[in-house]
């Protein structure tokens, strides 16, 4: 799903300025299965206003720039409940953790276990996040998908936590025997 469809549900909602829609991505309902930036929402929502599927109502700020409050159209609504009918493409994980963990042979065994409590600390914060927003007055689909969240990261936490000593102690065994084997190169006399 492409970031203007994701305005267009985070619009859903209720409407919001450009802010409001970054927040929910940061530490709102999306936080733990989309990311959107800045430099994505409001170039999507530029879009969506001169595709008519947004609106914008400006609210003067004493000493600061207007206030831009987005509202989704009747048109913007059809088009996200089209958009919610497509096929979604592959799941796919992007975490920075992971693929230095994957990497974890080239790592000093300090940086590489800060590396690994690091996403540990992570992976506890955003189930902490999640269990926080979620409120019995949460509509169920949201109730849901905040519970599959919580799921992968219960699992992430308890794999992590039960596997942190092994490959660490392992990874620190792997270094220090390729430390041994390395190549030593002398300078000799030539005798």
Known sequence: MDVKTLCLGVLSLGDATGYEI???FVEGPFSHFYDAGYGSIYPALGRLLSEGLVSVQEMFQDGRPDKKIYSLTDQGLAVFKTALTEPPVRDKIRSEHVARLFF?????????ASI???????????????????AADTPISQRFTMGLGLAFYDVAEKYLEDNRDEFLKSMSDEHAASEGNELKIEVGNDD
């Open 22 to 24: 970054r927040k929910q």
């Open 116 to 134: 690994y409590d690091s996403y540990l600390n992570e992976i506890r914060e955003m189930s902490g996040q999640i269990r926080a927003a979620k």
């Open 104 to 112: 974890a042979e080239h790592v000093d065994d300090a940086v590489l």
